[in-house]
């Protein structure tokens, strides 16, 4: 299906979706849509002329749309979904809207558990950097563009690829970039061997004068590609220059990131990407400083939401301030994960100074009352007793403006609205 003219979209101030209409609107297309809440995402179409409206409540299709898009969060009850059904409007999700636009262009998708985000970000930075004029969408707003968009050609696209709801497979990649393959998602994968499969799918359906850039000595990820005809290329072997970024776990984003761009372009020579990953400044929420509190505690927000890049952030931190004590406000995403990686969570939070946990950000989810904050901190005590589980952002914010002082390093961390925290406490 060819992208018609006049777009509408519903949750629209999502990251993947709003980049998407960036995208579609720097194409030409009138593109507006909705979301339940203004967020620095509908902020940021607003000042590029793309019109939004906040509330789920009323409808705003325009009479001329040809299509609908909506996130995976908006559901088939949505007041919007329904009138346009009724106005007979062709509806796809945002990955198959994506996927439309991947065809036509030669794709580079980055997938994987971790890193991801970053990965896109330097990828793009990169081929920009060196003039190849890619389009990217990106999984967060990066500071090199001032946006989750980057305007380029249509006939490049670099792009994030999120394996949930095997969303990765809407899309066309002549390169697949994978970082790394760990369980996650577990409300739709019920282990890791079933998020491998839709992995080993993408892997399969890379062509043959494709390339798969990835880490072939990873167990999980070699599991994945015995059936692939493209060539596989090692992204560990890279070298890279020192980064913005702290963390080991950046540095293979910029490996992955490197070993990609010089995939897609053979002759593009290193000191364009190195230069470009030196210059790199990183991204909305990846440990993103954000000031320091009225008694100079040093405030950095992080979207860590998975025990390893939960553990693997801490690391950094304390090894990039070794004087500093480590408070962490966690704002566990989904019942689901916290339910099924729970162990793994108290592990990780624990390796921080103190925690201070937030109530699970529902999200999709219902409440069925199998797990909550207040389990999290009291198996976490078990092995570090400075730990707090406090129900309110309120009550969160009045307790580290009381509590931090000019020896803390506070890291608001999770992939919900927790950053609000960061913004409250922080000059």
């Known amino acids: 299906m060819k992208i018609p003219d006049s777009i509408y979209m519903v949750g629209i101030g999502g990251i993947g979706m709003s980049a998407l209409a960036q995208l579609l609107a720097h194409r030409g ?102 003039d190849k004029k890619p389009s ?40 697949l970039v994978i970082t790394n393959i760990e369980l996650d998602h577990t409300d739709y994968f019920p282990n890791l061997g079933a998020l491998q499969k839709t992995f080993r799918k993408a892997a399969e359906r890379v062509p043959e004068n494709g390339i798969i850039v990835t880490n072939p000595y990873d167990p999980h990820i070699a599991a994945v590609l015995g059936g692939a005809k493209a060539p596989i290329l090692d992204y560990t072997t890279q070298t890279v220059p020192a980064l913005k970024q702290i963390g080991e776990f950046n540095r293979m984003n910029a490996r992955a990131a490197k070993a990609a761009a010089r995939a897609a372009f053979p002759h593009l020579q290193e000191e364009y990407t190195d230069r470009a990953l030196m210059e790199f400044k990183g991204s909305w929420r990846r440990f993103e400083y954000r000031g320091e509190t009225p008694q100079g505690a040093v405030v950095y927000d ?72 207040d389990m999290l901190a009291k198996a976490i005590a078990k092995t570090n007793q400075n730990v707090l589980s406090l129900h309110t952002f309120d009550a969160i914010r009045d307790e580290l403006l009381k509590s931090a002082s000019g020896r ?20």
Not at 408 to 427: R, W
């Open 408 to 427: 803390d390093l506070i890291i608001t961390m999770g992939a919900g609205d927790i950053y609000k925290v960061a913004e409250q406490i922080a000059d």
């Open 29 to 130: 297309k009138k593109v507006s849509g909705s979301d339940r809440e203004e967020s620095p995402a509908t902020d940021l179409l607003a000042q590029k002329g793309i019109e939004v409206w906040i509330g789920h409540d009323q409808c705003h299709i325009p009479a001329d749309a040809k299509l609908l898009v909506y996130s995976d969060a908006v559901p088939e009850t949505n007041v919007e979904r329904m009138r346009a059904e009724e106005m007979g409007i062709p509806q796809k999700s945002y990955f198959e809207a994506l996927g439309e636009v991947s065809k036509s262009a030669r794709t580079i998708a980055v997938a994987g558990t971790h890193g991801k985000t970053t990965t896109t970000g330097m990828l793009a930075k990169i081929l920009h950097f060196s």
């Open 302 to 373: 992080d979207y860590a939401h998975h025990p390893t890049a939960i553990e693997a952030t801490i690391e950094a931190a304390r090894a990039q301030f070794p004087q500093k004590k480590i408070t962490v406000v966690f704002h566990p995403h989904l019942f689901s994960r916290t339910r099924d990686l729970f162990d793994g969570f108290v592990r990780s939070l624990a390796t921080a100074d103190y925690v201070i946990l937030a109530p699970i950000y529902a999200a999709r989810e219902k409440d069925l009352g199998e797990v909550s904050s």
């Open 136 to 175: 990217a969408v990106v999984g967060s707003i990066v500071q090199d563009f001032g946006s989750n968009f980057l305007p380029g050609a249509e006939d490049l696209l670099v792009v994030e690829a999120c394996e949930y709801r095997d969303h990765l497979l809407k899309l066309s990649p002549q390169i």
